[in-house]
């Protein structure tokens, strides 16, 4: 049984937050908003601190881009129904989004005012998630964030694996193999080595 804190969450994307998305082209599946595009899959998904009391909860929001074939590749696995478990090709914390660049929390209490905290997600979301999204339009401009060495990255995953990845999506399997050769020889930790073998064999490069 949920808490009251987690129930006010709920409340807090049902009335502020899931018709804006909808009217956006997302739809919803527990607290994870999803939208496709041609290549990619977008993600919005609310995140609940492992810290949170019934009294008490914070959550915040991932903005996220999965990329199906890089999901495959990576995990030898079929993309998960549940979009947050997919391996993500890029993926941002929203207060990373925001003017300060930081970490954000939203909090919420069983007494909060839940259409007043959902109309500030709103906000936020109209006003740096949705357009961080709307701007992934290709595989280059995603290979371009994931190899821009921003801190934090835009990425989880090695950059030079996911060019391989999608070098490989776009047939180009001779540049993948490129790739793969020349991080082979920068490569200076001995388990990552097997990583890398691992994703030559799932490509056939």
Avoid at 15 to 32: E, P
Avoid at 79 to 92: G, Q, T, V, Y
Avoid at 135 to 161: F, H, Q, R, W
Wanted: proline share 5%; aromatic share 10%; charged share 25%.
């Amino acid at each position: 049984m949920k808490s009251d804190s987690s129930k006010k969450i709920d409340e807090v994307i049902s009335v502020g937050v899931k018709q804006y998305l909808k009217d956006s082209g997302y739809k919803k599946s527990g607290r994870c908003f999803s939208k496709e595009g041609d290549d990619f899959i977008f993600v919005i998904d609310f995140q609940s601190s492992q810290y949170n009391e019934p009294s008490n909860a914070k959550f915040t929001i991932n903005v996220d881009v999965v990329f199906p074939y890089f999901h495959e590749k990576w995990t030898n696995t079929p993309l998960p129904k549940n979009l947050s478990k997919a391996a993500k090709l890029i993926s941002r914390r929203i207060g990373h989004l925001m003017p300060e660049g930081s970490d954000y929390w939203w909090e919420v209490h069983p007494d909060s005012n839940a259409q007043e905290i959902g109309s500030e997600v709103q906000r936020a979301l109209s006003n740096y998630a949705l357009p961080f999204l709307q701007e992934i339009d290709s595989l280059n401009k995603a290979l371009e964030l994931v190899g821009s060495g921003t801190k934090p990255p835009y990425s989880m995953y090695n950059p030079d694996i996911i060019t391989a990845i999608i070098h490989s999506y776009n047939g180009n399997i001779v540049l993948a193999r490129s790739v793969l050769d020349e991080l082979r020889e920068k490569n200076k930790v001995k388990n990552f080595a097997k990583t890398i073998e691992l994703i030559s064999e799932r490509l056939e490069c």
